[in-house]
């Protein structure tokens, strides 16, 4: 009896320290945490294929430690895009995983306003390979009480290898002056990444004098749009400005111009850089149409270190990296160079060493830093067209 | 002019709204059922219209071979709806006909459920182009006002539709074994109408509409996705209850009513006010006649 009871207790312990231990000294996991299920699914899959390419270069070890890859969802099927829950979710589970040193996410900004407070208090690193909205680290540049409220502990645990929407925005009215139109027509979908950038065109373009006829927001639940495009049509515009994304009808919306004989250009930014925008909107409908706007270069345009991780990417999975592949290979970079520097597994050790990057030149994007709020200094955006129903890249924006 | 666009524009969308209403108020008419699941059947249609047009290349057809091709497309998309709703009707509803209402009300919210899931694993979560057959030509002369030949379309197939219906229901026989049943399944039972059988034709109608409505969705709008049956018939829904549900004239009244206040509220008061402003003008209508627009008035049976 004596006997039995000890051995089930030491049982009971083992499973126990298996729980709620250490874990394993000599190992370090990176979690990502991206929309897996769903419309963004395509954009998802090319980012984890980046940050597992830049794992394996490592040979996944670094400082002594055996580097663990985790791949979690922050969408669910039934609502087609992540939800709140599942990315809450998500943060708990890194947070009472031990192992867990970083946190690669999110893709949506919306998501990352969720999870960024829970894993700030466990000073946790996050880095996001998408993420644009400039109130997350920007203070003035967003709404009432950012990016403070995510900093509960009052130190910085988030950073970012793209450049914010302040910095699109305004590159994407540029543009358009520069592209020769006058009069442009502003939409947005009403969402925090939408309307925000939408609304830092308008201030842009009334800036340097691109005279804005109309800004409406569109209810992203709608079928098509012909009324409203009939009364954008009323007005003259030479271009749309649509703030917003794949997922909130920017397709339809080029549609419904054509459809009610509205020969204009149609601008959005980096939300729409993904094949899913041609097929939705029609190929023909969007050839020298489209003019999209990307918070860095396209694959093909990359060169140096660039150019060798496209090559690199083609060779093992069989295909061009979209857009957003070689974030995911920066951010896996960044994890590395932050455990690297720290040389321990301590989570607040990463964290600090993460943010004091400078000159970075390991990864795939040339020279950059993280500045104080965990912003990168890149601010090359590149604005692309469609032609033969693929993006091709027009120019370099934002350079000077 | 542009006021007499955006009636053009309303008109067109109005129209179709008011082919899936029918379906909802025929049924509702007859089994005081609100078929949650008529829009997402309107999306499964919709789905095999664009599994049609791309497997027959319409997109690059001669003109003579894309007006076959579309004529075919609305045959079998019809029979198709008509079929399944029939199906639908025969395998869900009718064991339950003798159950209290709920019962059949839940039924539908699952079967809308079901079909959803098909159409998602069927073409996935994302938007879908579907083929640019019809030329976006303007017919009229002058460039301010434009009817091109998708919104002839809209009109050359749903106003023959309608027309035959009302004719159908008030002249054959099945139409006056539908009245008679919609008034009174008991008497009509007691005098000879085999009511399973029609109800099953009702469905099946509906069922028609829907067919027809999806093919026109996709070649005028040009978008299909798995969730487009939910936004489609939260309106049509919308229109059948505004006209008065269970009416027929009502459902095609209340379609185009919809479709005007949404291109006029875009035009003049702000596109993102137009969800808004349906639902208002419906709660208002409601409140001041409660059966709707053209809707009898109904004794309460004490």
Known sequence: ?400 | MIFLQQLINGLTTGTLFALIAIGYTMVYGIIELINFAHGDLFMLGAFLALTLVSAMGLENAGPGAAAAGIVLTFVICMIFCAGLNFAQDRIVYRPLRGAPKLTPLVSAIGVSFVFMGIGQIWKGVADINFPDVLPNKNLLGTESLRFTVKDLLVILVTVPLMAALTVFVRFTKLGKAMRATAQNPIASRLMGIDVDRVIGWTFAIGGLLAGAASVIYGLTINTVSFQMGYQNGLYAFTAAVLGGIGNLPGAMLGGIVIGLVRSLGSQYVGEQWTSALVFGILILLLVFRPSGLLGARTREKV
């Open chain 1, 1 to 400: 009896m004596n006997a039995k009871f000890l051995r089930l207790a030491a049982l009971f312990l083992f499973v126990g320290s298996l729980a709620f231990g250490q874990g394993d000294p000599a190992v370090i996991k990176i979690v990502s945490s991206l929309p897996r299920t769903g419309s963004a699914r395509g954009q998802t899959d090319t980012i984890v294929n980046g940050i597992k390419m830049a794992l394996e270069e490592a040979g996944d070890k670094v400082a002594g430690f055996v580097i663990k890859y985790e791949d979690l969802d922050d969408a669910t099927a039934a609502a087609g895009q992540w939800t709140a829950e599942k990315e809450s979710a998500n943060a708990d589970q890194a947070i009472k995983d031990p192992d867990v040193m970083v946190y690669i996410g999110t893709y949506n900004s919306g998501a990352a306003k969720v999870s960024m407070p829970k894993l700030n208090q466990a000073g946790l690193l996050m880095i996001s390979p998408a993420n644009t909205w400039p109130g997350l680290t920007k203070p003035g540049k967003g709404d009432q009480g950012e990016p403070e409220k995510y900093r509960p502990s009052g130190k910085i645990n988030y950073t970012r290898v793209v450049p914010a929407d302040d910095i699109q925005g305004v590159v994407s009215a540029d543009w358009a002056k520069k592209l020769g139109h006058a009069k442009v027509f502003i939409l947005d979908d009403r969402e925090v990444y939408g309307k925000g950038i939408a609304d830092l065109f308008h201030a842009r373009a009334d800036e340097i004098g691109l005279k804005v006829l109309g800004h409406e927001g569109i209810d992203a639940q709608a079928q098509e749009f012909k009324p409203l495009m009939t009364k954008v049509k009323a007005t003259g515009p030479t271009l749309i400005y649509f703030g917003g994304t794949t997922q909130t009808k920017a397709g339809q919306l080029v549609k419904d111009m054509l459809a009610v004989g509205l020969d204009a250009k149609f601008m959005c930014p980096d939300g729409c850089f993904e094949d899913a925008f041609i097929d939705s909107a029609g190929a023909d409908n969007v050839q020298d149409r489209a003019l999209v706007t990307f918070g860095g270069l396209p694959p093909e345009k990359l060169t140096g270190k660039g150019a060798d991780f496209v090559a690199n990417y083609q060779k093992k999975y069989g295909k061009m990296p979209e857009g957003y592949a070689v974030y995911g290979y920066e951010c896996g970079k960044v994890a590395l160079e932050a455990i690297t520097r720290a040389n321990k597994k301590d989570r607040d050790a990463i964290r600090g060493a993460a943010l004091s990057i400078k000159n970075f030149t390991k990864g795939a994007l040339g020279k950059w830093s993280f500045d104080k709020n965990g912003d990168t200094s890149l601010r090359t955006m590149s604005g692309n067209t469609v032609k033969g129903g693929k993006f091709a890249f027009m120019a370099v924006l934002g350079e000077e």
